[in-house]
């Protein structure tokens, strides 16, 4: 079809309208013709399905004239290339962002259904693990409600993240099966398909006007096909598209062989090629030296590549402006392979001179850092590299080569700085370093958060901040209020909104208004009558799913996160252990009822976060049950923490636990969602904790422990746990009651790889720390009681945490990064048949 004739869309019937009596039939329509069923027999995921087609009907106008910008040859779009997209569940955001959850509610109603039922059938696309893969959703969802053309590339896995089960207190892990009974979300689309290739070697050819060139002989051939879903702003017709790409074979049958009767080699092809998108590697942060990831990378990063040029050469454009067209984004290194692969198409496959490539490239894409843990630096085998992606070796030793020449330079030959600097690590193994070719391909390199933003330029990244100071960023996370407030929280949202107004949901920085009220004795009673009732929701999900009782006034203490060490979930057990010790000791002691609430997996293959999650189900299991506690201390582990069930669990916190060793949380964005929600954090001065404390106010924020500073210090001198341990007598008594056998019914061994790492090892400091976190947290507990006090600071979190909206974030990456403004849609009618 010519533009001309998609200008108008030529439909039968319309289905945008949006009356509660057009709704009703709406679903009446899609139960009858989509899922074949009549409302007798259908079942619940049924009429969800309905739903969620009649919604999905009702945004594609929008969406559809959003993809209708994106040709616009003028027209600059974000290219978010993203391993992981934790979108969260999709219709209760939809219904909020098209402004029709009241209207939708109610003729779910007429049809003799609860909107929350039908709600809770969606199956989440846990397509990540956990902070870089929420992020990357919050960011879409902004870059929607803010106009901006963009496009998110990721991979369509088929199993996403997985759920996880408690068994006897371990985790026990169960395959993700988000797709069993269909996605209404996405619209597959086989006609836009386009090939990868992998193996092989290359050749080198001199090409009819005598150039010297090189080709790539592949050794297989994969098909990626993409799967769009539309991302919808909040009351704007911006719809941006999340394309997803689904591996499948280039030929689904060897018929060669289907024909000489080898059936099985004939689809081997097939399932081979359909592993490459099979699941999602349920690490959240990278690990070394998986082939399969590699070709997970790689495939969706030339699919995206591959179509992005075709959308700017389809609109006519010349890739010598190529990054006029597109912003492309690299989150994290997952998706560094795109500078090789980007030159690999202009040079190779375009014909472009190296210079003018390499141009283009390095005006196209930013690099995002979120992690400065050393094992998470992403490198991968030469060998390993070389046999995947033999094309792309060499161009790397290209860029390499001409890299260093410049780096040499500038270092007066430093041979010591070249070999840091080197894409190449050399210094045993030999490895390519993708941090190096994102940093080398990038003109744009950030952080995400302040600190974390200068401990690259201090560490990880020295090097090239000293070569390249004018490239270093830094661009604080953000979360959108649209889901973590909004949504998550009507209630406070509603009260909110009584007050200061509506305009606080896209500014929400308004939220400052809120600080009027602070102070206001009837304001703070409704505050903290809204946070009892969400406390009370809670407590009656754990009771309904765990058979656990809670009291919803006992202070609601809350640390929900991917488990690890660094993140200390068992400093905050060794707290929990001391309380409880305090009351053995004197079972009269006065102390504020709390419930300690937990939530997080652990990787699969990390034993030591696995023990973690036994060592807090265990203690849970005997201070609940322990009489003399008399309900003073309840633990709680929520199992499979996701985004659907995260969502009742910020609203619900008095405290917020932030308490990662000084220097080694990139950020957070729960710690965000916490304080927005108006729990006060006790944390440590890490990642965005520091930037939360200045915006809150020091005095309504609990902050203890080690600094940055004082951790090099430590660890420069010579850390000892065991002196920790020995001098300090509260922290003894609890490690030995778990050394004992206390809470594993007497067997002390269960429990032995976790004390030992604590008293003869302790990389993240937890014995240096105790002493400083008990301190607080009694702080906290004094505090709790001083009702209008504690409400007060919690209003006070709520009413400045407007820095922290992901549409802040948005607005830093597009006018310091990349160079993009907000194109509002407008909605061109189609013409309807009749009409
Ligand atoms: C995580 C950090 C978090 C940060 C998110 C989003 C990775 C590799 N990093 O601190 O650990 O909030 O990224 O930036 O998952």
């Known amino acids: 079809m010519t533009t001309e004739q998609t200008q108008s869309i030529q439909v039968e019937d319309d289905r945008s309208g949006l009356g509660i009596e057009t709704l009703r039939r709406a679903i009446a329509d899609n139960l009858f013709y989509l899922q074949g069923k009549w409302p007798e027999i259908a079942t619940l995921n049924d009429f969800y399905m309905a739903l969620a087609n009649t919604v999905r009907d009702r945004l594609m106008p929008r969406w559809l004239n959003t993809i209708r910008n994106y040709r616009r040859s003028e027209v600059r779009v974000v290219a978010y290339l993203s391993a992981e997209f934790l979108l969260g569940p999709h219709l209760g955001i939809k219904l909020i962002n098209l402004g029709i959850e009241e209207l939708v509610r109610q003729a779910v109603a007429d049809s003799g259904l609860a909107l929350e039922d039908l709600l809770a059938q969606e199956e989440e696309p846990g ?10 959703a919050c960011y879409m969802e902004s870059l929607a409600t803010l106009e901006i053309p963009a496009i998110g590339y990721g991979i369509r896995y088929e199993f996403g993240i997985f759920d996880q089960e408690l068994r006897d207190g371990w985790q026990v892990e169960v395959t993700d099966k988000w797709l069993q009974y269909g996605n209404p979300w996405e619209i597959p ?20 006007e005598g150039a010297y060139r090189v080709r790539w002989i592949p050794a297989r051939v994969v098909k990626g096909v993409p799967y769009d879903t539309p991302i919808v702003g909040y009351y704007v017709n911006t719809t941006n598209t999340l394309r997803l790409w689904r591996a499948e074979a280039a030929e689904s049958f060897n018929f060669q062989a289907f024909n000489q009767g080898d059936y099985y080699g004939a689809v081997d092809q097939k399932i081979y090629s359909e592993n490459l998108t099979k699941v999602l590697y349920p690490n959240d942060e990278p690990l ?38 597109f912003a492309v984004q690299l989150n994290d290194t997952h998706p560094a392979v795109a500078v090789a692969e980007l030159m690999r198409l202009l040079v190779d496959e375009h014909r472009l001179p190296w210079d003018a490539a390499w141009e283009v490239s390095q005006s196209t894409f930013g690099f995002t850092n979120h992690t400065l843990l050393p094992e998470a630096l992403e490198k991968w085998p030469l060998p390993l590299f070389g046999s995947l992606l033999p094309r792309h070796l060499e161009i790397i030793y290209e860029i ?18 070249l070999a840091q600097l080197s894409l190449i690590d050399e210094s045993g193994e030999r490895y390519v370093r993708m941090a190096h070719l994102a940093c080398v391909g990038s003109h744009a390199i950030n952080g995400v958060a302040e600190l974390h933003s200068e401990l690259l330029k201090q560490t990880v990244l020295k090097d090239f901040y000293q070569l390249w100071p004018q490239k270093f960023q830094n661009k604080t996370n953000g979360v959108t209020p649209r889901r973590w407030l909004l949504l998550c929280n009507p209630r406070l949202s509603q009260l909110i909104t009584e007050h200061i107004g509506t305009d606080w949901v896209c500014q929400l920085e308004q939220l400052r208004q809120l600080e009027a009220y602070a102070e206001d004795r009837e304001f703070q ?7 009892r009732a969400v406390k009370q929701d809670l407590a009656d999900h754990i009771q309904q799913t765990l058979n656990i009782a809670i009291n919803p006034d006992s202070l609601f203490d809350i640390q929900v996160k991917r488990i690890h060490e660094y993140k200390r979930q068992h400093l905050n057990v060794l707290h929990i252990i001391t309380l409880y010790n305090r009351i053995r000791r004197n079972p009269d002691i006065d102390i504020v009822p709390r419930t300690f609430i937990f939530g997080g997996k652990a990787a699969p293959g990390y034993i030591m976060a696995k023990l973690m999650i036994k060592v807090i189900t265990s203690v849970a299991e005997v201070v609940n049950n322990d009489p003399q506690v008399c309900d003073r201390i309840k633990v709680v582990f929520l199992p499979d923490y996701n985004v659907t069930n995260s ?56 902050l203890f422990g080690l600094t940055i500073e004082e951790v090099q210090q430590l660890q420069e001198s010579g850390y000892n746990p065991w002196d920790y341990y020995n001098r300090t007598p509260d922290l003894k008594e609890a490690i030995n009651l778990i050394n004992s056998g206390f809470f594993s019914h007497g067997n002390r061994e269960l429990f032995k790889p976790l004390v030992d790492s604590l008293v003869y090892d302790d990389p993240y400091l937890l014995l240096a720390d105790y002493s400083a976190y008990i301190d607080c947290q009694d702080t906290v507990g004094q505090r709790f009681r001083e009702t209008d006090t504690w409400t007060r600071m919690s209003i006070l979190n709520s009413a400045r945490m407007g820095y922290f909206s992901s549409d802040r974030a948005i607005r830093e990456y597009c006018q310091d990064i990349w160079h993009v403004t907000p194109i509002s849609v407008q909605l061109k009618p189609y013409v309807q048949a009749d009409a």
Not at 189 to 208: K, L
Not at 525 to 531: A, E, G, L, V
């Open 288 to 325: 070394q030296g998986k082939q399969l990831r590699l070709e997970q990378q790689y495939f969706f990063v030339s699919c995206a590549l591959q179509d992005m040029i075709r959308l700017h050469r389809g609109a006519g454009g010349d890739l010598r402006q190529f990054h006029q067209k």
């Open 647 to 702: 969502q009742p669990v910020y609203p619900a916190a008095d405290l917020s636990e932030q308490i990662s060793t000084a220097g080694k949380e990139a950020s957070g964005t729960g710690n965000m969602k916490f304080s927005l929600n108006g729990a006060l954090t006790i944390g440590t001065l890490d990642g965005a904790n520091v930037e939360i404390r200045q915006a809150v106010g020091a005095e309504n924020f609990f």
């Open 525 to 531: 009673r409704q505050w903290r009558q809204i946070k």
């Open 127 to 136: 397509l990540g693990n956990g902070g870089l893969g929420r992020l990357a």
């Open 400 to 417: 390499n080569q001409r890299f260093l020449d410049q780096a040499r330079v500038h270092f007066l030959g430093d041979s010591q700085k």
């Open 189 to 208: 689309r086989p006609e836009s398909a386009v090939m990868v290739r992998f193996g092989g070697r290359t050749e080198a050819y001199t090409d009819d």
